[in-house]
């Protein structure tokens, strides 16, 4: 009796799914639209706004420059929050509460506010518009979720493996190769994951400090969106879901063989 | 030869401790560089730059002024403001509470073969942009949409209905954008949640509504709190979805933060603007530690 699902209550659940799902959805059917307009169903199906989106210049071109973006935000990320995490985890010292406080502190920030203020110093810097600008600026937003991870993955690390490994001969550096690298891999792979997605999805700093020559997808999808409804944006959205799934696909997939290997 | 000699030292290096931590300086230095350039030092400007005079046309004086603060507290434009934000940050909080407890309450108490699979189908709209998702509202809902295609086409109405470009349409985006966040806050804490406390009020002759509102609703009372502070303070600086669905005719304090900063150029206003939005926050933060402390 207790704790049974009725049926009303599982319906209700459905149309709740049904509502979150929604615009998602929606996308793929329309994207295949024909039409110069948004109508649903569309009048005349085709891949008419497919290759529109292709040889748009704008949307390729902006494509290219989220992508150099996000892959320079994810290595240089990690390079910065992984020792991080590794000095706040592992070393006593002073500050390390704040420290770590400090680090994670742009979690809390709104968005807006940090992209005005960001603005607010980028453009004294002169760093508007440019590719160094957009990395620090996604930096300060991946980083924090890089070091959470990362302290997870250390903590789970137990020292004694480590020092097993130091006892039995293994110096320093195989310790970190063998033992170490090894054992944080799935952080690793997960921090990566993040960093990248949420480098390729931020659009609202992006919006204060992209220049007319350097705009990301979103920031293009977000002007287009607000002066054009055509179905166009809808190819788009479907070209970035499915990327979004393949990139979570493939993770599953190595992480799933990490796990193996280290059995 | 020189491979063995020079290996030496480095062996001996771990005893000879070194008073002056390099190899831990080295290792928080480029963290501390990216914070300090992208979060200490502009959140420090952003607070100066409330206080500088404003000129048009995005000069910056060096007179410092309480012109900003005063000039918003006394026009009733940033009075609607924050009265507009205010309404949508507690409107969409209590619906999108409504909308993700029911899923949250569901994800406790099916299978666990179910559990997996309906769970990362309620995170997996937070892996696409926000954007998409509202330009898949402005699909639904435009004039020429889906809901209004339908019940045009079926007779029931014969002019479309508004249901963007206004209030309405931005509400409907936003609880749908926030409730996978609100259903994660309500899964964490539902930890406490067991049948045998139900059981139990059963046995003792509780009805349906009775056990909800004495037993469930209470043990998940520290859940809902902190679902609800998440989701006021994401809905009062939300900005994209706002902008797109209320199409320039919803104003909000977060929309107004952008078109005084990107199109006026008016940054010391903006910024005003923003120390107002964090102080609403802690505001916020501190009602939610308040009420935190009564479950304990």
Redesign the interface.
């Known amino acids: ?5 009725t049926i009303p ?2 319906l ?2 459905a149309c ?2 049904l ?9 793929l059917p ?1 994207s295949f639209s024909n039409d110069s ?5 569309p009048e005349s199906w085709g891949l008419r706004w497919y290759a529109a989106m292709f040889s748009h210049a704008g949307f390729a071109q902006a494509l290219w420059i989220s992508f150099v973006i996000a892959i320079t935000v994810t290595v240089l990320g990690l ?3 992984v ?2 995490a ?2 706040i985890r592992r ?1 006593k ?1 002073i500050g390390r509460e704040f ?1 770590l406080n ?2 994670t ?2 979690l809390l ?6 992209g ?6 980028f ?1 004294q810097a002169r760093l508007l518009g440019t590719y160094t600008g957009l990395i ?2 996604h ?2 937003i991946t ?1 924090p979720y890089v ?1 959470r991870i990362m302290l997870t993955a250390f903590s789970t690390i137990p020292p004694s493996v480590e020092d097993a490994a130091t006892m039995l001969g293994a110096s320093p550096f195989t310790v970190v190769r063998r033992i170490t690298l090894p054992l944080m891999m799935p952080g690793f792979i997960a921090s990566a994951a993040l960093s990248f ?1 949420l480098s390729f ?1 931020e ?2 700093i992006s ?2 400090i992209t220049g007319p020559r350097l705009r990301t997808l ?1 920031v293009e ?2 002007d287009y ?2 002066s054009q ?1 055509d179905p166009m ?2 190819a788009v ?1 479907v070209v ?2 499915v990327a ?1 799934l393949l990139i ?1 696909f493939l993770i599953e997939r190595t992480l799933g063989l990490s796990k193996t290997i280290g059995k | 030869m020189a491979a063995i000699t020079s290996s030496v030292p480095l062996a001996d290096a771990p005893q000879t401790r070194r008073k002056f931590p390099f190899l831990l300086i080295a290792l928080l230095l480029p963290m501390a560089i990216i914070n300090f350039i992208a979060f200490v030092l502009p959140v420090v400007r952003l607070g100066m730059i409330s206080f500088i005079e404003s000129r048009s046309g995005g000069v910056l004086t060096n007179n410092y002024t309480l012109e900003n603060y005063v000039s918003f507290f006394t026009d009733s434009f940033s009075f609607e403001l924050v009265a507009n934000s205010l309404t949508l940050g507690f409107g969409v909080t209590l619906i999108t509470l409504c909308c993700a407890y029911p899923i949250a309450l569901f994800l406790h108490r099916v299978s666990p073969k179910w559990r997996n699979m309906l769970f990362v189908i309620t995170v997996s709209p937070l892996l696409v942009s926000s954007v998409v998702r509202t330009y898949g509202w402005m699909v639904i809902l435009g004039d020429q949409g889906v809901v209004n295609g339908i019940l045009m086409s079926s007779g029931i109405i014969d002019s479309p209905l508004r249901l963007t470009n206004n209030t309405l349409g931005v509400f409907i985006g936003m609880v749908e954008v926030l409730i996978p966040y609100m259903a994660l806050s309500l899964i964490a804490g539902f930890g406490r949640l067991e049948n045998v406390y139900e059981e139990a009020a059963a046995s003792l002759g509780a009805n349906r509504w009775t056990r909800f509102r004495r037993v469930i609703l209470p043990l998940t009372a520290p859940g809902i709190a902190l679902g609800c502070l998440l989701c006021f303070v994401l809905s009062i600086s939300s900005f994209i979805t706002p902008k797109l669905l209320g199409g320039g005719r919803v104003f909000l304090l977060a929309t107004e933060i952008y078109d005084q900063a990107v199109i006026q150029l008016e940054w010391p206003t903006a910024a005003a603007i923003s120390v107002i939005v964090l102080i609403i926050f802690g505001l916020a933060l501190a009602v939610y530690s308040r009420v935190v402390k009564r479950f304990d």
Do not use: H, K, N, W
């Open positions: 009796m207790i704790g049974q699902l209550f599982r209700l659940v709740i799914y509502f979150l799902l929604a615009p998602i959805l929606i996308v329309l307009y948004i109508t649903f169903p390079a910065a929050g020792p991080a590794f000095a070393r010292f420290l400090l680090f502190a742009p920030l709104p968005s807006i506010v940090l005005l203020a960001i603005l607010l110093v453009v620090i600026a930096l300060i980083t070091i997605l999805d659009v609202v919006l204060f979103p999808i977000f969106v607000e409804t944006t809808a959205s970035l879901v979004t979570i």
